[in-house]
């Protein structure tokens, strides 16, 4: 849930490191700091509480030159955002070290370090570390060895990059959970949590394993996999280009990334989808036709917004491919016995692919009777995808943005892709089948036209900028649409959200109902359409008003207490896909209204790489 950087380099690495910091803030942001080895040996270091921009203040009156330095952005786990609990820490002069994760057992290992002498200005994990290694080199050992054997005495989930006076010219990684690369360049390598902070300086990369040792010099780099051999791991070179991460005309990424959608889903159609031909199993990996053909269950697990892309796809699998569908918080998953039905598909979900509690859960699973693991995810070289036999990746591109967009409905895209190729398998009717596809194709045109509401939530967003609290519902596949409609509102507006079926409002919701809880509600045009009708009528008999978005055709009546929305598209099996563009939007414009930090919510990181 942080963001490392750090480099080797013959030029100045304090504008690499500044810059990689900044394209790592969506991972952090209540503190960042920078620590270089400078020309005299010595290690120079500023730390800041906030965002990067506080850090690059400091560096314009003190600047930190170096060839050789680290930096980091952090997102809290030990300790209150403060200057002293900012990464990097360093243990004496000797050395400087920055963190992602938790190291689980660093209260046993810091009360063996002050015994032993060390003393303690923070209240961090990071700390521990950064103490733990300077005991091995205190013991004679290099900085390689020291972190090597450290690093087997870390007990939960990490990444780390250290920097020593005693070695000036290289920097030591590992990472056990969290994600690192590796960026290779000429006469200069770097390290970061992911290859947006590197595009300006590389487009060349690596993905150190669970276990990995990297040793990092201008001249090379060495990896060293959890035996302590020496390594090679494949280097890739990256489709991205440094303008991916700009925001361009928007004012914000969310903002951006609503309006990429239409784009994003037809990449993630492109070249798996036609409307006259069945898609073909081989887009999910080779082994992909014979599990496809075994499956009789399928288990989904997921996080978050992923998790509820998850709860629309279970009324797709047993409504297309007739296949019973389990869904589950990841977070969950892991800590309970399971009935597993025979012949079961294992599903997991993350844009990132490193979600700390998905990778727990697909590890989880490798131990129970599943036919295989499919990975649905954003990021090629992601530890998911590594985890998983097969996988169908989204097309979504970089989302900085903390509240998932287009992960979202690129997911909904490649899920339905997956039921096609079961329901394919399992001998659905083709016609039907063929609708569906044509339906698929038919999606970024449909949410382009959807997104031409834009103007008018805006004004209805008003509404909401003074309201603390918010209810949304839904039906059927409509339900969880709504649930990530009231996620939204909540993670960047700060208004108290919740979603329920409709039918569950007169069992207790409805208490809460009053002139001063706008309720939302997600109306499908088809047999649950009078059933939602006679629940928005309780709303309103009870003083509620009501902002209904509507498929064509909906004839509810527009007036006091009941702002309708038609939303374009049709009634059919993707419907909600559609239906979560203008949810999107009024979370949006009530967060840009309220003057909230819209990219960077507070309390919030974009990949929980921590459990």
Sequence with gaps: MCGIIGGVAERNVQEVLLEGLRRLEYRGYDSAGMAVVDDAGRIQRHRRVGKVTELARALLTEPLPGHV????????????????????????????????????????????????GYRF?????????????????????DLLEAVKKASREFEGAYALAVIAVDEPGRIIACRKGPPLVIGYGIGEHFIASDVQALLPVTQRFAFPENGDVIDIKREAVTIYDLQGRAVEREIKNSALSPTALDRGRYRHFMQKEIFEQPYAVS?????????????????????????LSRTRGVQIVACGTSYHAGLVARYWLEELA????????????????HAILPDSLFL?????GETADTLAAVQAS??????????????????LVRESEL?????????????????????????????????????????????????????????????????????????????????FLGRGAFYPIAMEGALKLKEISYIHAEAYPAGELKHGPLALVDSDMPVVAVAPNNSMLEKLASNLEEVRARGGELFVFAEPGVTLKDGPGLNLIHVPGGSGLLSPVIMIIPLQLL??????????DVDQPRNLAKSVTVE
């Design 366 to 383: 490798k131990e129970e009777p599943y036919l295989a693991r499919l990975a649905i995810c954003n990021v090629p070289e992601s530890s």
């Design 121 to 141: 200005q923070s209240e961090t994990d990071t700390e521990v570390a950064a103490h733990r290694i300077a005991w091995h080199l205190d013991q004679g050992d």
């Design 322 to 337: 007739g296949i019973p569908c389990q869904v589950e918080v990841a977070s969950e998953y892991r800590y309970r016995r």
């Design 391 to 471: 996988t169908l990746l989204t097309q979504a591109g970089p989302e900085i943005g903390v509240a998932s967009t287009k992960a979202f409905t690129t997911q909904l895209v490649a899920l339905i892709e997956v039921v096609l190729l079961l329901a394919q398998e399992k001998g659905a009717d083709e016609k039907r089948l063929a609708e569906v596809r044509r339906e698929l194709l038919s999606l970024p045109s449909l949410i382009e036209q959807a997104l031409e509401l834009d103007p008018r939530i805006e004004r209805l967003s008003e509404a909401f900028v003074e309201k603390r609290n918010a209810l």
């Design 267 to 291: 990449e993630t159609l492109e070249g798996r989808v036609e409307a006259a031909r069945p898609l073909a199993a081989e887009i999910l990996g080779s082994a992909a036709r014979d599990v």
């Design 348 to 352: 997991s979900l993350s844009q990132s």
């Design 69 to 116: 330095g680290i930096a980091h952005t952090r997102w809290a786990t030990h300790g209150v955002p403060s200057e002293q609990n900012a990464h990097p820490h360093c243990s004496t002069n000797r050395l400087a070290i920055v963190h992602n994760g938790i190291i689980e057992n660093y209260e046993k290992l810091k009360e063996e370090l002050i015994q032993a």
């Design 587 to 596: 979370a949006y414009h009530a967060a840009v209204l309220k003057g909230t």
